[in-house]
């Protein structure tokens, strides 16, 4: 059974403009162990997804609707009793079996508290034992992540850590409880690039050191090829194609996707091939099309894509993608 | 390359002074610390480092925004220093920048209209107004906007489109060089590609030339033909594009290059990366020596106590004691 099932997500937020449809029909699982790569520009959704699924949605957020499942427990919101009771359910879920890692570690970590205390409120709050014990679990934890000379740098203040020492101190913190499941919101995408080589190699490591599951949030496609095994494209609030890392960097079936691997450089490439850019911009969610979300900036987009929203058509066991170019009924086969 | 530069920088130094309190010691941080280059006429000098290298104090202090403390740019052969009156205003007309952030850098009083005329009325370029509007409506076309935008204020439009009303600024005086200082860092992926062939293509219109200064090493090797690499200050390595980037000779630019993620699955898997240890120092206490020498795999005794110079290794400046002889 996978560890986290997640059905038909629908969320909502009430702004002065109207209603924003941030996440629109979402439904995805990741398994024990391994690494999903959740990729979409600003706007498409991929965050809003996550907090919907860890409970921390902004105040005018609403999940619409949805069926969320994590380790055997169903952990969708209207399914509790009151409002506390779900709270009460996701304090002891967060940071302990489900731990997340956020882009600006800055603001992650509460500036007026030492580093080690921070480290030691999440052992100490999930776990039977001593401060001296979570004190000392806390050091093995900065040593795991690669703070050197953790004794000293526990009675620090982020403010004295580095970008990069910052981001390693928020890891540790996600895997204070050995979680198993850990969602990383562009864990890197605040940092250089030779820091955020570290951070890379170090979430390599833990993937492959232990079992804990990663959902990877992010837009930058070179970070998900080296190490997810799994990739959902998110556009306009919905998933429009899931696959292996094979099949979506090596087949992609959608046009948004494919138009996403075109538009980006790769520096392998020896003649400087020409960009191809998406014209257009992603579409309002305030107003979403009626059809497919990308039907504005698509080259292919058919008479029956602004209407009507695509089906799923399905390629293999784990490749699927949501467009009317591979469906039978439109293109008339 | 028997053209001549139109840009030359030799030996430029910025340094700004951080000194807190009247008693204290004063504290200089050399943003920029012996930096030598030379753009050519119609070609994109790319410039890529890490934050807090001295990249963007570079581009200004070319737009002139910084003075120098020591060191000359020289453009179309003249020394900017020297400039005043008149020739200073051509100058600063011939010497357009694009900025980082499109939400910044455009007045959101002011409509888009307004905003690209702007500097042609400062410059006196036309007479009438009608004229310029004319031009304006030209220009919104050139970057792809819609000549009705002209009434509408920033607030309406995207980053991407945003970027553009900043190029289209930038074109209004009839530029010959663009600093672009981190043009596409704040845009979404699919529009980045959207503004690099934008640039590319009013510089084979216009035959301008870039500084085109970004941390994103992948696309800086798209747009450019030269490309220095700087680290605290200093220009480590520079030369032509596909050559640093095939065979890069200093061990930071390596360490740089091997840090991008390539998005290929079987490339990146397969891939070692080059993990450099450690942070970048702080400019304001820099290494006494070679500037990466803290975080080099290479680094010997020489390299502590020892500044190299850069010297000529093929088409290529690098300064490292590696490649001396």
Same mark, same amino acid.
């Given at each position: 059974?996978?560890?986290l099932?997640?059905?038909?997500?629908?969320?909502?937020?009430?702004?002065?403009?109207?209603?924003?449809?941030?996440?629109?029909?979402?439904?995805f699982?990741v398994?024990?162990?391994e690494a999903l790569g959740i990729?979409?520009?600003?706007?498409?959704?991929?965050?809003?997804?996550m907090?919907?699924l860890?409970?921390?949605?902004?105040?005018?957020?609403?999940?619409?609707?949805?069926?969320?499942?994590?380790?055997?427990?169903?952990?969708?919101?209207?399914?509790?009793?009151? *409002?506390? %009771?779900?709270?009460?359910?996701?304090?002891?879920?967060?940071?302990? @079996?489900?731990?997340? $890692? /956020?882009? !600006? =570690?800055?603001?992650?970590?509460?500036?007026?508290?030492?580093?080690?205390?921070?480290?030691?409120?999440?052992?100490?709050?999930?776990?039977?034992?001593?401060?001296?014990?979570?004190?000392?679990?806390?050091?093995?934890?900065?040593?795991?992540?690669?703070?050197?000379?953790?004794?000293?740098?526990?009675?620090?203040?982020?403010?004295?850590?580095?970008?990069?020492?910052?981001?390693?101190?928020?890891?540790?913190?996600?895997?204070?409880?050995?979680?198993?499941l850990i969602i990383a919101d562009?864990?890197?995408?605040?940092?250089?690039?030779?820091?955020?080589?570290?951070?890379?190699?170090?979430?390599?490591?833990?993937?492959?050191?232990?079992?804990?599951a990663i959902i990877m949030i992010?837009?930058?496609?070179?970070?998900?090829?080296?190490?997810c095994? *799994?990739? %959902?494209?998110?556009?306009?609030?919905?998933?429009?194609?899931?696959? @292996?890392?094979?099949? $979506? /960097?090596? !087949? =992609?079936?959608?046009?948004?996707?494919?138009?996403?691997?075109?538009?980006?450089?790769?520096?392998?490439?020896?003649?400087?091939?020409?960009?191809?850019?998406?014209?257009?911009?992603?579409?309002?969610?305030?107003?979403?099309?009626?059809?497919?979300?990308?039907?504005?900036?698509?080259?292919?987009?058919?008479?029956?894509?602004?209407?009507?929203?695509?089906?799923?058509?399905?390629?293999?066991?784990?490749?699927?993608?949501?467009?009317?170019?591979?469906?039978?009924?439109?293109?008339?086969? | 390359?028997?053209?001549?530069?139109?840009?030359?920088?030799?030996?430029?130094?910025?340094?700004?002074?951080?000194?807190?309190?009247?008693?204290?010691?004063?504290?200089?941080?050399?943003?920029?610390?012996?930096?030598?280059?030379?753009?050519?006429?119609?070609?994109?000098?790319?410039?890529?480092?890490?934050?807090?290298?001295?990249?963007?104090?570079?581009?200004?202090?070319?737009?002139?925004?910084?003075?120098?403390?020591?060191?000359?740019?020289?453009?179309?052969?003249?020394?900017?220093?020297?400039?005043?009156?008149?020739?200073?205003?051509?100058?600063?007309?011939?010497?357009?920048?694009?900025?980082?952030?499109?939400?910044?850098?455009?007045?959101?009083?002011?409509?888009?209209?307004?905003?690209?005329?702007?500097?042609?009325?400062?410059?006196?370029?036309?007479?009438?107004?009608?004229?310029?509007?004319?031009?304006?409506?030209?220009?919104?076309?050139?970057?792809?906007?819609?000549?009705?935008?002209?009434?509408?204020?920033?607030?309406?439009?995207?980053?991407?489109?945003?970027?553009?009303?900043?190029?289209?600024?930038?074109?209004?005086?009839?530029?010959?060089?663009?600093?672009?200082?981190?043009?596409?860092?704040?845009?979404?992926?699919?529009?980045?590609?959207?503004?690099?062939?934008?640039?590319?293509?009013?510089?084979?219109?216009?035959?301008?030339?870039?500084?085109?200064?970004?941390?994103?090493?992948?696309?800086?090797?798209?747009?450019?033909?030269?490309?220095?690499?700087?680290?605290?200050?200093?220009?480590?390595?520079?030369?032509?594009?596909?050559?640093?980037?095939?065979?890069?000779?200093?061990?930071?630019?390596?360490?740089?290059?091997?840090?991008?993620?390539?998005?290929?699955?079987?490339?990146?898997?397969?891939?070692?990366?080059?993990?450099?240890?450690?942070?970048?120092?702080?400019?304001?206490?820099?290494?006494?020596?070679?500037?990466?020498?803290?975080?080099?795999?290479?680094?010997?005794?020489?390299?502590?106590?020892?500044?190299?110079?850069?010297?000529?290794?093929?088409?290529?400046?690098?300064?490292?004691?590696?490649?001396?002889?």
């Amino acid at each position: 059974m996978a560890l986290l099932e997640v059905e038909n997500m629908v969320t909502n937020f009430f702004t002065d403009q109207g209603k924003v449809q941030a996440v629109r029909n979402v439904s995805f699982h990741v398994d024990q162990g391994e690494a999903l790569g959740i990729v979409g520009e600003s706007g498409s959704g991929k965050s809003q997804t996550m907090y919907t699924l860890i409970g921390l949605l902004a105040d005018n957020g609403e999940v619409a609707s949805g069926k969320f499942t994590f380790d055997g427990e169903d952990i969708t919101p209207s399914s509790f009793k009151s *409002r506390r %009771a779900y709270e009460e359910k996701m304090r002891k879920i967060r940071g302990n @079996t489900m731990a997340m $890692i /956020f882009q !600006d =570690p800055m603001t992650f970590l509460n500036p007026v508290l030492k580093v080690g205390n921070q480290l030691i409120e999440p052992i100490m709050n999930h776990r039977n034992v001593s401060r001296a014990e979570a004190r000392e679990q806390a050091l093995k934890l900065m040593t795991q992540v690669g703070i050197p000379s953790p004794e000293k740098r526990i009675e620090q203040y982020p403010f004295e850590f580095s970008g990069g020492m910052r981001q390693r101190i928020v890891i540790a913190i996600a895997l204070a409880n050995s979680p198993k499941l850990i969602i990383a919101d562009e864990p890197t995408t605040a940092l250089d690039v030779t820091i955020q080589a570290q951070v890379l190699e170090l979430i390599d490591e833990l993937k492959k050191n232990s079992n804990s599951a990663i959902i990877m949030i992010t837009h930058d496609l070179g970070v998900v090829a080296k190490l997810c095994d *799994r990739l %959902a494209i998110m556009y306009g609030g919905k998933i429009v194609e899931t696959g @292996t890392d094979q099949e $979506i /960097f090596y !087949d =992609p079936k959608h046009p948004y996707t494919k138009g996403l691997l075109e538009c980006i450089a790769n520096p392998e490439d020896d003649d400087d091939r020409e960009l191809h850019p998406i014209p257009g911009s992603p579409p309002d969610l305030l107003n979403p099309p009626k059809g497919c979300p990308f039907v504005d900036r698509c080259a292919k987009a058919m008479r029956v894509c602004k209407d009507y929203e695509p089906e799923v058509t399905t390629f293999s066991e784990t490749h699927q993608c949501a467009c009317w170019l591979h469906d039978e009924r439109a293109v008339g086969k | 390359m028997s053209e001549k530069p139109i840009l030359s920088v030799r030996n430029l130094k910025t340094y700004f002074d951080v000194t807190k309190g009247i008693f204290t010691k004063k504290q200089i941080v050399k943003a920029v610390d012996d930096v030598s280059f030379d753009v050519m006429p119609h070609t994109t000098f790319g410039l890529v480092g890490e934050s807090g290298c001295g990249k963007t104090t570079l581009g200004r202090t070319i737009v002139k925004i910084y003075d120098p403390v020591e060191g000359s740019i020289t453009f179309e052969g003249t020394d900017i220093a020297q400039l005043k009156g008149k020739e200073l205003k051509q100058y600063r007309k011939d010497v357009q920048m694009i900025f980082q952030d499109p939400y910044a850098s455009l007045n959101p009083r002011m409509t888009v209209g307004e905003i690209i005329k702007e500097p042609m009325i400062i410059h006196g370029i036309y007479n009438t107004d009608q004229e310029r509007e004319d031009r304006v409506v030209e220009l919104l076309k050139t970057v792809g906007l819609k000549p009705d935008h002209i009434r509408r204020y920033p607030a309406e439009f995207s980053g991407g489109q945003r970027q553009r009303i900043g190029i289209a600024r930038a074109l209004a005086v009839d530029p010959k060089f663009i600093v672009c200082d981190e043009p596409i860092s704040a845009l979404d992926v699919s529009i980045q590609a959207q503004v690099v062939n934008l640039l590319e293509q009013i510089q084979h219109d216009l035959g301008l030339s870039y500084l085109f200064i970004a941390h994103d090493l992948s696309m800086v090797k798209h747009i450019s033909d030269t490309i220095g690499v700087m680290y605290l200050g200093h220009m480590v390595e520079s030369g032509p594009a596909n050559d640093i980037y095939h065979r890069p000779l200093h061990p930071y630019t390596a360490a740089l290059l091997s840090a991008i993620p390539i998005p290929d699955p079987n490339v990146a898997k397969a891939k070692g990366r080059i993990v450099l240890e450690g942070e970048i120092p702080s400019p304001i206490n820099p290494p006494a020596g070679c500037p990466f020498s803290t975080r080099c795999p290479k680094a010997t005794e020489r390299c502590k106590s020892e500044r190299p110079q850069p010297i000529q290794v093929g088409t290529r400046l690098v300064a490292c004691h590696l490649y001396e002889k």
